[in-house]
Structures are given as structure tokens and as C-alpha cells.
């Protein structure tokens, strides 16, 4: 995923997360933690990448989409 904000120049994030498990997201000021979560919850938009489920691209277009 690559996002831009006036927080964030770039983000480049990827990860695996098993259902029933925490994931800690660890990070300086501005090192794009919130803005990571945002794109999660379908709230903000990546500029680039992809969110995949099980292998698959899925696209969240607002937060309902991501419930």
C-alpha cells in the first residue's frame, strides 16, 4: 500500500493478520500508523497497492464495506 497525506510522504506497508489475533503497529511520529488503519477501515483510499483477503484484492470503498 502507498498512501500521501501532508502527514505521511509514503507508506509501504505489508502484513499478515490471523483471525483472533492482536497486531501491534509500532512507529516514530508521523510514520504513517494512522493512516495505515484509515485505509483499513476503508475510510481513506490508497494511492497505490492493495488490500488482499485470503489472496484476493478486495476493495474498500468506506468504512461499511470494510464491517
Known amino acids: 500500500l502507498a498512501a500521501r497525506s501532508p502527514e505521511v510522504l509514503f507508506l509501504h506497508a505489508g502484513a499478515v493478520v490471523h483471525r483472533g489475533r492482536g497486531l501491534v503497529l509500532p512507529g516514530s511520529t508521523h510514520a504513517g500508523k494512522s493512516t495505515l ?5 476503508g475510510a481513506v483510499q490508497p494511492d497505490s497497492g ?4 485470503r489472496g484476493s484484492p478486495i476493495e474498500l470503498k468506506s468504512p461499511r464495506d470494510a464491517g
Not at 488503519?37 to 477501515?41: E, P, R, Y
Not at 492493495?50 to 483477503?53: A, E, F, G
Open 50 to 53: 492493495s488490500i488482499q483477503l
Open 37 to 41: 488503519v484509515k485505509i483499513i477501515s
